[in-house]
Nanobody, 126 residues
Framework: QLQLVESGGGLVQPGGSLRLSCANS????????IGWFRQAPGKEREGVAC????????KYADSVKGRFTISRDNAKKMVYLQMNSLKPEDTGDYYC???????????????????WGKGTLVTVSS
């Protein structure tokens, strides 16, 4: 059974950095696209970053381009989200999710995301 567990959240000052991790305790994630999503208080969940099955393609929300980097290590069954230059508006619960893309090795992180972690809270505040 595929289970995703996020870690690395916490309180950070504006301009600071955090690295979130998403660990898979089940079978191989190699062929899955992986996405990071976030939900701020009172707002809908939004996609933040997406990475293709073997890491060849990444996509980012406009709001985090140039500040966040998604990466994966299939051998360790891990996916990461490096977050730099954090802003108060980056505050929220961050989730990783996995799903098989319609086309192999595509960075598709939409309706195909069907395996979700329970989230980790990121708070950006002075």
């Amino acid at each position: 059974q595929l289970q995703l567990v996020e870690s690395g959240g916490g309180l950070v000052q504006p301009g600071g950095s955090l690295r979130l991790s998403c660990a898979n305790s089940g079978f191989s994630l190699d062929f899955y696209a992986i996405g990071w999503f976030r939900q701020a208080p009172g707002k809908e969940r939004e996609g933040v970053a997406c990475i293709s099955s073997f890491g060849g393609t990444t996509k980012y929300a406009d709001s985090v381009k140039g500040r966040f980097t998604i990466s994966r290590d299939n051998a360790k069954k891990m996916v990461y989200l490096q977050m730099n230059s954090l802003k108060p508006e980056d505050t929220g619960d961050y989730y990783c999710a996995a799903g098989l893309p319609r086309l192999a090795q595509q960075a598709e992180c939409g309706a195909n995301m069907n395996i979700w972690g329970k989230g980790t809270l990121v708070t950006v505040s002075s």
